[in-house]
């Protein structure tokens, strides 16, 4: 695998970091040891064989440092090591000698990782400056360390997404999860139905005939290349059978209707051939994602189906196969693409609705996001499910962080999302007792929704800094996760966003940060 590191990116980002104590995410083993290691104007970087492709391929300055890269083990100031007994493929082992700085990692992932702290370490010494000797044992507390994007409702564009891709990568998160399509636009091509793009890409939440905005295949090309160099697999998410405004006015042919609020808000579950439009959808969607997931929401159908009562091919349907009501049929639609998708090599996953759908357990994981419906979390895990945890309160990020802000959401008692709640993840208050120590919780994930975030600015200051709490969150152990210990490492972060134009809250000193307007549903 051929695989790049922006040292660039990462050196003028790193230089305002400092030791272990300063690292986001925290690791989870430091031990400090006698002695230092002198840090010089030049860097170099050595590896051989399984690590060999992560050697930048071009040299390049970035503030006070020259990196240089050999292929020869044992000769640079950094010093990449294959080792096959760590197992972990995200796990490393960093040791800082008074000569040099090892990593030590069994997988590429882990050296990336371990590459990462290093250059933490010697931009925060600076030329001149020095390292104190230690040793680091680190890997993530979850597998699955994610973060989602809504483009439906607002489109942001390439650039935010690779900014967000950068950062993601600084924080060890690993799952993009990208929400592609809503009734509010569809924002991917499809070369087989190019009235998708043509005429559903059209307007957004707030400007109903805003010009059509959508990726191309080559773009989500250059994307998906993107975040594969930086460790990162993007999961798409095509929505159904709810959601699908953008996709009935395009092709109302597959239309189930709506309801007077939400007109044409669902595919139709009683035609064949919408099954076979939304396959082969998906079949090219897949040709664009390597990812072995696949997402399909399947969340909210009710808020549109009112035409399944009376549409004789849906009667018809649930007439044939004895569904007793409207969630029956859901659920229908649910296992038929559940088929295709497992016909496909994917796995299938969908939102908390999915649950109770009896999908094959070996196919399917759920993402829990209603945290005021605990009994679908113990159901998912009680039966055998494999489950990411994204419950809106705390991990929605369009929920408010201040009590004086006014554009974001809250929830019906008035709580909302501040960072402290993110960094706090997961724990027995927002999983309301459940036991979640156990192997088929396979990781957290922090969902940005865009109803009201209409701008790269918004979708900035809604994100940063609570991105940095979710990385922590995910990756760190509870044993070594303190607030305060955070709190001080911000410091740093915060110059950081600074220096790349990040519009961010400053969650402590509000007043200096005021709220970026959002946009009104």
């Known amino acids: 695998m051929k695989t790049r590191i922006s040292i660039l990116f990462f050196l003028i980002l790193f230089s305002y970091l400092g030791q272990a104590q300063e690292i986001i995410p925290f690791p989870n083993h430091y031990?400090?040891?006698?002695?230092?290691?002198?840090?010089?104007?030049?860097?170099?970087?050595?590896?051989?064989?399984?690590?060999?492709?992560?050697i930048p391929e071009f040299v390049k300055t970035a503030k006070r440092f020259s990196i240089q890269a050999k292929e020869k083990v044992g000769k640079g100031f950094i010093q990449l090591i294959w080792n096959a007994a760590i197992y972990n493929p995200?796990?490393?082992?960093?040791?800082?000698?008074?000569?040099?700085i090892t990593i030590e990692a069994g997988c590429a992932n882990g050296c990336f990782y371990g590459l990462q702290s290093a250059l933490q370490l010697i931009s925060n010494a600076g030329v001149g400056g020095s390292i104190p000797c230690a040793s680091i044992q680190d890997g993530p507390r979850y597998e699955w360390r994610g973060l989602m994007l809504d483009e439906s409702r607002h489109f942001m564009g390439m650039k935010e997404v690779k900014s967000l891709l950068d950062f993601m990568a600084l924080y060890k998160l690993n799952k993009f999860h990208w929400h592609l399509t809503d009734?509010?636009?569809?924002?991917?091509?499809?070369?087989?139905y190019p009235l998708l793009t043509s005429i559903g890409a059209i307007g957004n939440l707030t400007d109903p005939n805003a010009p059509a905005k959508y990726y191309t295949q080559a773009e989500i090309a250059e994307i998906v290349e993107y975040a594969k160099q930086r460790f990162i697999e993007i999961i798409p998410e095509i929505d159904m059978?709810?959601?699908?405004?953008?996709?009935?006015?395009?092709?109302?042919?597959?239309?189930?209707?709506?309801?007077?609020?939400?007109?044409?808000?669902?595919?139709?579950p009683g035609k064949d051939g919408t099954y076979t439009f939304l396959t082969n959808i998906l079949?090219?969607?897949?040709?664009?994602?390597?990812?072995?997931?696949?997402?399909?929401?399947?969340?909210?159908?009710?808020?549109?189906?009112?035409?399944?009562?009376?549409?004789?091919?849906?009667?018809?349907?649930?007439?044939?196969?004895?569904?007793?009501?409207?969630?029956?049929?859901?659920h229908y639609f649910h296992?038929?693409?559940?088929?295709?998708?497992?016909?496909?090599?994917?796995?299938?996953?969908?939102w908390d609705e999915v649950v109770q759908a009896n999908l094959p357990i070996s196919n399917t994981m759920v993402m829990w996001w209603r945290q005021e419906r605990p009994e679908l979390l113990k159901e998912s895990i009680d039966k055998g499910y494999q489950v990411i945890l994204c419950p809106r309160l705390p991990l929605y990020f369009d929920f408010i962080q201040n009590t004086s802000h006014k554009y974001g959401r809250k929830w019906s008692d008035g709580k909302f999302a501040p960072?402290?709640?993110?960094?706090n993840f997961p724990g027995t208050e927002y999983t309301s007792g459940i036991s979640i120590s156990t192997p088929l919780v396979k990781g957290i994930e922090a969902?940005?929704?865009?109803?009201?975030?209409?701008?790269?600015?918004?979708?900035?200051?809604?994100?940063?800094?609570?991105?940095?709490?979710?990385?922590?969150a995910a990756w760190t152990e509870d044993r070594v996760k303190n607030f305060d210990n955070f709190n001080s490492r911000m410091n740093r972060m915060m110059k950081i966003y600074k220096d790349f134009g990040i519009t961010f809250f400053d969650y402590r000193n509000p007043d200096s940060s005021p709220e970026v307007e959002g946009a009104y549903l």
């Open 31 to 54: 031990e400090q040891k006698e002695g230092k290691l002198n840090v010089s104007k030049i860097v170099t970087i050595s590896t051989y064989g399984e690590f060999s492709s992560l």
């Open 419 to 423: 960072i402290e709640s993110v960094y």
């Open 90 to 100: 995200e796990e490393y082992r960093l040791n800082i000698t008074s000569k040099a």
């Open 183 to 192: 009734s509010q636009g569809w924002r991917i091509e499809i070369k087989q």
């Open 283 to 330: 079949r090219e969607v897949m040709t664009l994602f390597p990812s072995k997931y696949i997402h399909i929401g399947g969340d909210e159908v009710h808020y549109g189906n009112d035409k399944w009562n009376s549409l004789p091919d849906i009667q018809q349907l649930m007439k044939t196969h004895e569904l007793k009501n409207l969630v029956e049929v859901e």
């Open 241 to 268: 059978p709810g959601h699908a405004s953008s996709a009935a006015k395009s092709y109302p042919e597959f239309s189930g209707g709506g309801s007077e609020r939400l007109p044409d808000f669902t595919f139709n």
């Open 335 to 350: 296992n038929r693409m559940s088929d295709s998708i497992k016909s496909m090599g994917k796995t299938f996953i969908g």
């Open 447 to 472: 969902c940005i929704w865009t109803e009201r975030i209409h701008t790269p600015e918004r979708l900035q200051f809604m994100t940063y800094p609570r991105l940095s709490a979710l990385s922590e």
